[in-house]
Every structure is written in C-alpha cells, then in structure tokens.
C-alpha cells in the first residue's frame, strides 16, 4: 500500500494557521482555509487532516462553519476532523459537517469511557489522538500533561479503537524530522493502523516514513513544511507513490488489521536520507496556496 498523505489544515479563528510546537501565540496565518484545502485537493490529495485550534484549546467550537465549508468545497476528498471533541454531542457535530473520521485526544486521558463507547459506536469514523511528548500523553491543547503514550494505546486498542494518530508535539512545526523511533515502538506496540504526525520537513522524510508501511504505518500529517514551500502535494504524493512496496509481492491481509509485527529496531536510516540545514528537498512554493514566505 502506498502510505496516505494528509495535508494539514489548522483553523485559528477562521484562518489556516501553523504553531510552533503547539504552543498558542507562535502561529503564522496563511489566510482562507478553504483555499489551502481546495489547493491540497485539486494536486491529488485524498485525505485532509483539519484541526480546530481554537475548540482543542478550550474556546469553544469557532470553526465548525469553516470545517463545513472545507467538507464542502474539497468533497469527494475525505475531511480527518479534530480539535476540542470532548463529548458525544462534539462528535456527532463534526460527522454531521461530513468529516469522515474524528479523531479524539483529550478525551482519551479525561474521559477513556466515552472514548471506548464512542469506538465501539463509530467504528472506522473515530481514531484516537495520540499527541506526546516522548512517553507522556499531552492534553487541553497542550497545556496539560498525563497518562502514557503506550498504557493508553493499549487500553484503548482492547477496548476497540481502530486507528490511532501519533504526534510528536516537540516535533510538529518545527521542520526537524518525523519521530521515526517512537512510532516503531508505537508501532510494535499496536496491531491497528497508525497515522503519524510532527516534524515532517523533506521528501527523505516521507521516503523514511514510508519504509514503516510494512509495519502498521498508514499516513503521514504534512503541515509547515507545505505552508513553508518545502515541497507541495503533487511532489508528496509522487515521493510516496515511488516508496510503495510492489503489492504483487506482499501477502494479502483484510483492510485494517495486519498481523503483530515484532518491533522494529531503530529508525529506518536512508542513504542521505538527512537534512543539512533544511537542505534535504528543493524549495519552491507551492503552487496553488497563497504564498507564504515567512515560515519556517
Ligand atoms: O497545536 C496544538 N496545541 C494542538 C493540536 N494540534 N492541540 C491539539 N491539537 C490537535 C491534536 C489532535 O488532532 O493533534 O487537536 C486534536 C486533539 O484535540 P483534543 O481537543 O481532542 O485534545
């Protein structure tokens, strides 16, 4: 299978915006969401991963109408929706926006239960965020700490959660490289399918993220570094399209299980694979969302 591609859209108060490290007060705007998603879309992404900043901070639910409008604009693209679903009622909002899948955090530490019930419930359309600094699950929009990345995961994998999202929050927007030995471990650690986010800056990147395919990972959350015309989306999916393992030569298993993996030992080192001073991909901008310049 050739690893998903997400394009990231963060919704600040009704604009496209990055943080640095999550951290409120560090974001760069990058103007109209439904253009940064409608750019994603028409270069051939098929999934896109849109967080409500505001509601994962606690502000409440600002940029539902912009998660509608995206939904609308970008269908038959599938919408990835996140951001402050803390109860039923959040849930059930953002599936009747039409994303496809919710993805759940805070919840998973405050509120397990409901985030059991909620899997058992929706299936497919619900995963569960992992967002962690090293082991440490984080919350609240970051601000708050607690529970264990791998305690967690499992108990919510028993209790019948499908997909979960990993995110290296020390890594996302920092255009540093994705947590590749974390998400082995993480990896090693669940039979179900595993989005990984945080850090993502060069095509070696996603070239390195592909060679976890084979062990459970299925997409890859791209944010800053197509704001910041490190590579666009056209380039991405290619890069990937190239990695996938010839399907003809792997065994065939049902959608969304594979067969426990041992774990993977090390990070998956490509030849020239790092970056040196943000060297590692061509750098232009992209070509169909407003041009940014300043990030990075
Ligand atoms: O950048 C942040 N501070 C941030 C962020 N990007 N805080 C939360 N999130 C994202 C998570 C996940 O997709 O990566 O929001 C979602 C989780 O929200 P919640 O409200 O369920 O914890």
Known sequence: MTLELLPAVDLLDGQAARLVQGVAGTETGYGDPVEA???????????????????????????????????????????????GVRTADDLHALLELGAARVVIGTAALEDPEWVAEACARHGEAVAVGLDARGRT?????????????FEVLQRLEAAGCRRFVHTEVARDGMLTGPATDRLAQVLAATSRPVIASGGVATLDDLRALATLEPS?????????????????????????????????ARPSQ??????????????????????????????????????DGGAG
């Open 37 to 83: 998603a409608t750019g994603f879309a028409a270069q051939g992404a098929r999934w896109l991963h849109v967080v409500d900043l505001d509601a994962a901070f606690g502000r409440g639910p600002r940029n539902r109408e912009h998660l509608g409008r995206i939904v609308a604009a970008v269908g038959p693209v599938q919408v990835e929706a996140s951001g």
């Open 137 to 149: 699950l984080q919350a609240r929009g970051w601000t708050a700490s607690g529970g264990d990345l």
């Open 216 to 248: 459970g990972l299925e997409g890859a959350i791209v944010g800053k570094a197509l704001y910041a015309g490190r590579f666009t989306v056209t380039d991405a999916l290619a890069t990937l399209a190239e990695e996938a393992p010839n399907p003809s």
């Open 254 to 291: 049902p959608p969304g299980t594979r067969a426990s993996q041992p774990p993977v030992a090390g990070a998956p080192e490509r030849e020239g694979s790092r970056r040196g001073g943000g060297a590692g991909g061509a750098v232009h901008s992209p070509p169909t969302h407003p041009a």
